[in-house]
């Protein structure tokens, strides 16, 4: 069970996010959580992967959503040949050419399209190591981020140190273990 955007709401209201980790648009998140209690709203992430039911944030990150599905089902290599696609469609769907729409899209935030995909992603892996015991692997695939040695690596590359040692450092639970008792 998908949904997108504000349908995190038909979702919960049919009881299929009880107990589940969800998200929604940004906007309609404090709304979620204050309707329905039991859903532990994720309301700055991309999307939610749950096994059998997963929600994105908004429309734009249903995008993320599709693409980490692809991933999921059929891998990387599929996954990543359709992450191309959208660039085109989005700027099909715009009227403008795929060079007007990067180029606008840099004007924006500062970053290509794809670039801007990768730092969300690695900021969602980031909360994810820091607020979760989830392994590596499943991190990898909520985040979108491919095999878990491919995670590692543009983790490693991005953020100047491997996921476990990120946790280790800034993982509540992992970094008291880490502290010293005074004498």
Known sequence: MVSICTGAFVLAGAGLLNGRLATTHW??????????PRVTVQPKVLYVDEGEVLTSAGVAAGLDLCLHLILRDFGARLANQRARMPVDQLAQQAGMSRRTLIRRFHAD????????????????????????????????????????????TLFRKHVGVPPSVYRDTFHPARRSRHRTSPS
């Open 109 to 152: 935030t500062g970053q290509p399209p794809m670039r801007w995909l990768l730092e969300a992603r690695l900021s969602h892996a980031r909360e994810l190591l820091e607020s979760t015991d989830l392994t590596v692997e499943a991190v990898a695939r909520r985040c979108g981020l491919g095999t878990p040695a491919n995670f590692r």
């Open 27 to 36: 906007r309609y998140a404090a709304s979620l959580a204050r309707q329905y």
